[in-house]
């Protein structure tokens, strides 16, 4: 098996709570799950490591990330400030074929919110919002700061506690992006995100004060 398949089995665990933060992935049980040499494990890790996934340690052991409660506050900062600005670039854009796309997301999103895939249809119902701002380069940094919050979010157990309350949010989201109430949206938005740091950081184990 190659170095890119095991990276993709590996970051499918990680982001599905397999492994916890800060959790040792052991280079001689990965090699024997997936009956290869150290090499294209070693290979595989620093993949991980170059999206983000996994710290590598001077000793050659690999862990997946863990942040204090300080650094997953600054995430959530990053993405309240990254996400609006975004969705106040988009919603003046936004097309009949923009909000076809938006509802489609949406359904999915309703669909998948109780289930494993969770985290992909928030994505997309997210990112279908976002994507008439024609901003690329932010888009990949807000789906990176999504993905270190999920990693968090899943390996601690977090799954969704207040699914309706947030998809409630998701209904109110459209509906202002209907009206082109730029405003409103970026202030429900940033609840949303707001809303969802505290869920995290109150599930948080305790641990040494940052």
Known sequence: MSADKIATALEADILGGAFRPGEELKQGDIASRFSVSRIPVRDALQLLASRGLIELEPNRRARVISLSAAEIAEVFDLRVLLETDCLKQAIPNMSAADFKRIASALAHSNIDATGDLWAEGDWAFHRALYLPARRPRQLAMIEELRRTCRIHISGYGILPSRT???LK????????????????????LQRHIENARQT???????GPED
């Open 200 to 206: 995290l950081l109150a599930a948080l184990p305790a």
């Open 164 to 166: 309706g309350d947030w």
């Open 169 to 188: 949010d998701h209904e109110e989201l459209v509906e202002t992006c209907r009206n082109g109430d730029v405003n409103a949206a970026a202030a429900l």
